[in-house]
């Protein structure tokens, strides 16, 4: 081997031991892993006849369910629950949307709060909602989600018709953040 090489050889041994120091494999049990799932519930599309009865009387409310269930197994590690609502009403009214919670036999165990309130004539709007840290272990009970939308009167007595043209769409998605840390 030439003297140039053994120099060189040298200097990349020096540099190498320099810029390294111990590794510490212990760093591996303050490791966390952090999922976050997202799960789109509900896109409706609501037209002025769902709003109005067979005959063509205006009924304030109309509903929309959809099964979700959460696995047990997840329980020690669901951290955040967020509910988000996309809203676009071109209804000259304001619209009240409330999600609840329904279990296996089909009764009311949770209202999500607040109630979102939806303006008239209003473009794009998004709400986001988060379950109280304390409120989360009702997700494990609950068999279905309900989109409960009232149809708030007029401020001048005027009624919808079958033909009316507004439309109220509703986007909803349920996001659950998990933190799978060593427990």
Known sequence: MSPSKIVLSLIIIICFQSCTKNVDFDQIDDASIHITYVSTLVY??????????????EIAVTTDAVEATITQDSKPYLEKVEFTVVTNNLFPRNFELSIIFYDALGNSIYTLQPTIV??????????????????????YETKSFGFYIYLAPSSDGSTISMNDTATLELKSSVKLFFNYQKI
């Open 44 to 57: 409706l599309n609501l037209t002025a006849p769902k709003f109005l009865d067979t005959f063509n009387q």
């Open 118 to 139: 939806v303006p008239p004539n209003s473009s794009e709007l998004t709400t986001i909602i988060e379950i109280p840290q304390v409120d989360i272990p009702v997700i």
